[in-house]
């Protein structure tokens, strides 16, 4: 029982570290925005990130005695994820976002966990016990504590951001069903690198013809852009688009989707973190508290789940 404890205690802290490193990509994009195009803010990060990550696979797969899945009845399982969870959601992501305001696209990747939840329920099997459907209620509360400056920033009436809108909720579907069918490969004893490469390598590929045709890619260009903008890049590449999701797919291996995803909403809490120590942002009593009721949301259905459904369950179904 204390090693079962001390794993879900892991994995708790796993999706906390994760999810920290997903709230770094926006800062990251805000400090080199001016240098790169949005095209090659999407896809270089995830291009190199493929180059960096491929040779650990090889090393993995040599260390397992086994060959690089390059034949179709391999690869074909990577296909899906690859352009829609990766060339898609990321070209959508962009696109979207350039298109409505900062505050409706914020409240849109509220739908991430919901989006996630139905899928897992439709490919997965998993379904919404009390406690995931509280958990949800909790984690929103601190969300709307955390983004009250998004709410109030909204704007859902005007027709000019109906196709941005519209565009950044695709890209939430695509994510939703990313971070779905990745479970279904982890279920599948893919692992993690397996996961992670083969579906960028799809991505790249896909990204390629907008960095050619679309938004031209220079390499001399791209070199000397400063600093702060080649690191931005490589973290990108390193931490948000590999170590993240390798993490993620890790703990996949013993939690269901929609337990893992609802860490999500702790986004908006950690971007006013880090919008404090990179772009000195404030950062307000309701936004602690915000983030203080999400991370009890994560709580409860990642290591207290099974306890407080027998204590729901002894206490009240029953009428004690």
């Known amino acids: ?5 001390t794993q879900k205690t892991i994995d708790w802290t796993l999706v906390i570290i994760i999810n920290f490193m997903w709230a770094t990509q926006v800062p990251v994009i805000r400090l080199i925005g001016d240098s790169y195009g949005p095209i090659t803010v999407a896809f270089v990060p995830m291009i190199l990130s493929t180059i960096i990550f491929l040779p650990l696979l090889w090393m993995e797969n040599k260390k397992r005695h086994v060959k690089m899945k390059w034949r179709w009845h391999e690869i074909k399982y990577f296909m899906l994820p690859g352009i829609i969870g990766v060339f898609l959601m990321q070209y959508c992501y962009t ?7 900062a505050a409706n696209a914020g409240i849109i990747t509220l739908t991430i966990p919901v989006i996630v939840a139905i899928f897992a329920s439709i490919l ?25 400056s998004d709410v109030s920033g909204a704007n859902f009436k005007q027709s ?12 939430c579907i695509c994510c939703g069903f990313y971070n779905t069918y990745c479970k279904m490969l982890v279920d ?7 996961i ?6 799809i991505g790249s590929i896909a990204s390629l013809p907008l960095l050619i045709w679309v938004e031209p890619f220079h390499i001399d260009a791209f070199l000397h852009s400063g600093k702060v903008a080649l690191f931005g890049i490589l973290e990108l590449s390193m931490i948000v688009y590999g170590a993240s999701m390798l993490l993620f797919f890790y703990i996949l291996k013993r939690m269901d989707v929609t337990q893992a995803i609802l860490g999500n909403y702790l986004l908006p809490f950690f971007i006013a973190l880090l919008g404090i120590l990179l772009l ?3 950062i307000t009593f309701l936004m602690y508290l915000g983030g203080a009721l999400i991370m009890v949301s994560t709580l409860m259905v990642t ?6 459904l027998a204590f729901f369950k002894k206490n009240w179904l029953t009428g004690n």
Do not use: D, H, P
């Not at 029982?1 to 404890?5: D, I, N």
């Open 1 to 5: 029982m204390k090693s079962v404890l």
């Open 95 to 101: 696109l979207g976002s350039r298109k409505t305001l």
């Open 124 to 148: 997965l099997k998993e379904r919404l016990n009390l406690i995931r459907v509280l958990s949800f209620g909790v984690a929103i509360a601190g969300v709307l504590l955390t983004s009250i």
């Open 160 to 171: 000019q951001y109906l196709t941005g809108n519209l565009i950044f909720l695709f890209a």
């Open 188 to 194: 599948k004893k893919f692992t993690e690198l397996e």
């Open 196 to 201: 992670l490469v083969y579906g960028s390598i």
């Open 280 to 282: 000195n942002e404030k």
């Open 303 to 308: 290591i207290y789940e099974n306890s407080l």
